[in-house]
């Protein structure tokens, strides 16, 4: 069992399946919770113990002709500072928003980017707070908070550019739901989704994808501030929720 934040940090990952990564190190870094109360549920004190770690990488070792071109070419891109060798791809960002305001909307201002790093995608997931350090609760249920309406906004970009008006207690939440099933097509360039989640289950416990990857490129500032604003059709929204918003942007290494 994990936590929230662990199951959102473990949606998506970056594929090298197609490229490769020469003269490069590696490290594997673990960041251990204060507490292992997240972990399980049930009315025991536990201890979780790390005895082994496998990390499987593939390995592929070219033949000499070809390692010597490789080796030439990194040698010219280390010697010019133009000639450097740039490697894009996507990383992740995980924000929480501690509570969300008990009113009927609320504004989460949660960082300011470079252009360099514009968000792609960002998945949400709304969690009651008692369900945090709580062995009698599951760290790993979402909830769908009374949520109505969930706007991202890069500058003045708004996403989606369609309202969800959503309403969970009549199951009308599609708009979201295939904004859900949708993420693994576009990301991993799948032409077929498996969802983890099927319609039923993302009606209890749902995570709201954005897809923001079809930017205009044609107008460029040097920075992007990212909110989220969400909305809910009753007075207010119900209290003690907390929100986990997980970033992928793009980003860049010479």
Same mark, same amino acid.
Do not use: C
């Given at each position: 069992m994990? #936590?929230?934040?662990?199951?959102? #940090?473990?949606?998506?990952?970056? #594929? +090298?399946k197609t490229k490769g990564l020469i003269n490069v190190k590696q490290e594997l870094i673990l960041i251990l919770a204060r507490t292992f109360k997240n972990c399980y549920v049930g009315d025991v004190e536990a201890n979780i113990v790390i005895d082994k770690i496998e990390w499987k990488i593939r390995h592929v070792v070219p033949e000499d002709r070809l390692k010597l071109k490789f080796m030439s070419r990194i040698?010219?891109?280390?010697?010019s500072p133009a000639g450097r060798i740039k490697v894009?791809?996507?990383?992740?960002? +995980?924000?929480?928003?501690?509570?969300?305001r008990e009113t009927s909307s609320d504004i989460? $201002?949660?960082?300011?980017?470079?252009?360099?790093?514009?968000?792609?995608y960002v998945i949400i997931g709304f969690q009651s707070i008692d369900n945090c350090d709580n062995t009698e609760k599951d760290a790993s249920v979402f909830?769908?908070?009374?949520? #109505?309406?969930?706007? +991202?906004? +890069?500058?003045?970009?708004v996403y989606p550019y369609e309202r969800w008006n959503m309403d969970f207690t009549k199951k009308l939440s599609a708009p979201a739901?295939? $904004?859900?099933?949708?993420?693994?097509?576009?990301?991993?360039?799948?032409?077929?989704?498996?969802?983890?989640l099927n319609f039923t289950q993302f009606l209890q416990t749902p995570l709201f994808v954005i897809d923001c990857s079809h930017q205009s490129e044609a107008v460029k500032s040097s920075t992007v501030d990212i909110k989220l604003e969400f909305e809910t059709r009753k007075s207010t929204f119900p209290s003690n929720v907390k929100v986990?918003?997980?970033?992928?942007?793009?980003?860049l290494i010479k």
């Open positions: 994990y #936590s929230a934040a662990d199951y959102l #940090s473990s949606i998506s990952w970056v #594929s +090298l040698n010219k891109s280390s010697t894009p791809y996507r990383m992740w960002d +995980l924000y929480e928003l501690p509570k969300l989460w $201002a949660i960082k300011t980017s470079t252009s360099l790093e514009r968000p792609r909830m769908n908070a009374d949520v #109505s309406d969930i706007r +991202l906004y +890069l500058n003045s970009d739901y295939y $904004a859900y099933i949708n993420f693994q097509r576009t990301y991993y360039g799948k032409e077929m989704s498996e969802p983890m986990y918003a997980l970033i992928l942007h793009d980003s």
